[in-house]
């Protein structure tokens, strides 16, 4: 693992947490005053890199719900790097699907091998463990560029 990797992983992390107690409010992205589980790896990316590379498109709560298409995996695999759910490491980038036959639709930063970061609605961004409800819904790991471990 090159110096860079645990750097990278530790300020990905770091960036995660200063989002913690943001409202939940869906397509924001904004720090202390609302975003969904999207803006919050948005926000970290720009903590991270500066300007994201690509605007969401707008989407509803239940997007996933109403197609087959994996868009949010899709972008991931646009900008960031996938890795085996087994090499997940602390500032990986998590996706979730609620059901087998649908979508990706909700994603997280893990923080710690047994802890996550999201914002989810009716809450704000919290801190969670990552229980074995969450990794029997996990469908994708993504790293951050610039961390290849």
């Known amino acids: 693992m090159s110096g860079a990797a645990p750097a990278m992983r530790q ?3 770091a960036a ?11 397509q924001a992205s904004l720090r202390g005053v609302g975003c969904d589980c ?15 590379p690509e605007t969401p498109p707008a989407y509803s709560p239940n ?11 899709a972008a991931a695999l646009r ?10 490491r602390p500032g990986d980038v998590l996706l979730f699907r609620w059901r087998t036959h ?3 639709k909700h994603c997280a930063i893990l923080s710690a091998p047994d802890r996550m970061l999201h914002a989810h609605d009716g809450a704000c961004v919290s801190e969670v463990a990552f229980t074995g409800w ?16």
């Open 11 to 13: 300020r990905a992390v």
């Open 16 to 26: 995660a947490r200063l989002w913690l107690g943001t409202p939940y409010h869906h």
């Open 38 to 52: 999207l803006g919050l790896v948005r926000g970290v990316w720009r903590e991270l890199y500066g300007a994201e």
């Open 63 to 73: 997007w996933a719900e109403s197609t087959s298409d994996e868009a949010l995996a």
């Open 79 to 88: 900008h960031l790097r996938r890795i085996e759910p087994a090499r997940a």
């Open 102 to 104: 649908l979508p990706a």
């Open 134 to 149: 969450w990794r029997r819904h996990l469908s994708h790991v993504f790293s951050f560029p610039e961390v290849s471990d």
